[in-house]
T-cell receptor, first 111, second 116 residues
């Protein structure tokens, strides 16, 4: 069964304390892996798409990487405004087009 | 208006009511989606309209009925809902290729639905 697991469920960091969020997946072939950010009461906001192992993408303090079994979202010197839930989603290679989301990691950056 | 808009933002309905959720995308995309987001659960894909073709998740109860009159508008018609249907309903759009390859999705703010 195709599955996406994110860890940790929640993470509290001090401002400036770098860390990584993990998204591990077991799917029958990968078309694409997506990272989103979701603030309370809002819809998810697109961050990155990764298509193949070894690919990396960066945006401000965020960097996403991909291997054949997992993706990491690295946060460097985070600020309080980086506090949000980060969602990982995977599109497997199969006919039903179903994109599978993980449960997310709630990130809280303390000033 | 820009991006993806949804109305209403909040909805309270009884189990015997009929209501509709509306979504409009201003991005020129060719695919639209309905998702359900419940506490402690991952986003659940409910319906997809892509290149004017509807792709349905068979596990969605028939009390949810989607309608996509054109590539910019999407509706979710609700009738005889249950309390467990209370959730945040999110609409999204994307620009897809013709071979089921989904690109990044842009989400609306959601409709917070409460069924009493």
């Amino acid at each position: 069964e195709d599955q996406v697991t994110q860890s940790p469920e929640a993470l509290r960091l001090q401002e400036g304390e770098s860390s990584s969020l993990n998204c591990s997946y077991t799917v029958s072939g990968l078309r694409g892996l997506f990272w989103y950010r979701q603030d309370p009461g809002k819809g998810p906001e697109f961050l990155f798409t990764l298509y193949s192992a070894g690919e990396e993408k960066e945006k401000e303090r965020l960097k996403a990487t991909l291997t054949k079994k997992e993706s990491f979202l690295h946060i460097t010197a985070p600020k309080p405004e980086d506090s949000a839930t980060y969602l990982c989603a995977v599109q497997p290679r199969r006919r039903d087009d179903k994109i599978i989301f993980g449960k997310g990691t709630r990130l809280h950056i303390l000033p | 208006e820009t991006g993806v808009t949804q109305t209403p933002r909040h909805l309270v309905m009884g189990m015997t009511n009929k209501k509709s959720l509306k979504c409009e995308q201003h991005l020129g995309h060719n695919a639209m989606y309905w998702y359900k987001q419940s506490a402690k659960k991952p986003l659940e894909l409910m319906f997809v309209y892509s290149l004017e073709e509807r792709v349905e998740n068979n596990s969605v109860p028939s009390r949810f009925s989607p309608e996509c009159p054109n590539s910019s508008h999407l509706f979710l018609h609700l009738h005889t809902l249950q309390p467990e249907d209370s959730a945040l309903y999110l609409c999204a759009s994307s620009q897809d290729s013709g071979v089921h390859y989904r690109y990044e999705q842009y989400f609306g703010p959601g409709t917070r639905l409460t069924v009493t």
